[in-house]
């Protein structure tokens, strides 16, 4: 079936340490994955994806590694900011072609200075 | 980037009314629009799929015809909410591709809806 996985739930850093989360899909065909922040209340914004095609994928203190034959991406954030407070999602498209994106639970980030 | 706009941002109702919730893509069109329901502290979860001139695609255990959608045209896509009770009372989220196959999801402000 549809199913994105995502684990912890929760994970609280000291200021400054690196964070990671990572998600499992069931769908092999899944060819492109993103990894949303939402802060409450507001609208998930896109700040990293990666396509099947490769396998990491870095901007700034911001990197997706992805493992097609496991079906597992990980979210990996260096050097953490309170401003990384927020909620994450994970998310990977199913449905052939219309690619609905199904999200995972969702991990609460918080960064304490 | 593509931008997707959501109104009303905050809607409350009384129990039996209904509320229409729409979604404009404002400088893109959108053949595809997806509609989200979020309840706090939980993931979105995807209510339908709203396809330009035909009819919504909608999920398992969602009531098409408690929750209507309508894309009536590449830019505009509707979702009314019928007979609402509080149960319903929710983040409702739309989104939409720019372009077609996979690639980024760009989402609405969302729509808090308060059912009394």
């Known amino acids: 079936g549809e199913n994105v996985e995502q684990h912890p739930s929760t994970l609280s850093v000291q200021e400054g340490d690196s964070a990671v989360i990572k998600c499992t899909y069931s769908?092999?065909?899944?060819?492109?994955f993103p990894w949303y922040k939402q802060e409450l209340g507001k609208r998930p914004q896109l700040i990293i994806d990666?396509?099947?095609?490769?396998g990491e994928k870095k901007d700034q203190r911001i990197a997706v590694t992805l493992n097609k034959t496991a079906k597992h991406f990980s979210l990996h954030i260096t050097e953490t900011q309170p401003e990384d407070s927020a909620v994450y999602f994970c998310?990977?498209?199913?449905?052939?072609?219309?690619?609905?994106?199904?999200f995972g639970t969702g991990t609460l980030l918080a960064v304490q200075p | 980037g593509a931008v997707v706009s959501q109104h009303p941002s905050r809607v409350i109702c009384k129990s039996g009314t209904s509320v229409k919730i729409e979604c404009r893509s404002l400088?893109?069109?959108?053949?595809?629009m997806f509609w989200y329901r979020q309840f706090p502290k939980q993931s979105l979860m995807l209510m339908a799929t709203?396809?330009?001139?035909?009819?919504?695609?909608?999920e398992q255990g969602v009531e098409k015809d408690k929750f209507l959608i309508n894309h009536a045209s590449l830019t505009l896509s509707t979702l009314t909410v019928t007979s609402a009770h509080p149960e319903d009372s929710s983040f409702y989220i739309c989104?939409?591709?720019?372009?077609?196959?996979?690639?980024?999801?760009?989402f609405g402000e969302g729509s808090r809806l308060t059912v009394l």
């Open positions: 989104s939409a591709k720019a372009g077609g196959g996979t690639g980024e999801l760009f």
């Open positions: 769908d092999s065909a899944s060819n492109y």
């Open positions: 990666i396509r099947s095609n490769v």
């Open positions: 998310a990977a498209p199913f449905g052939g072609a219309t690619n609905k994106l199904i």
């Open positions: 400088d893109f069109q959108a053949t595809t």
């Open positions: 709203s396809n330009e001139g035909s009819k919504a695609t909608y």
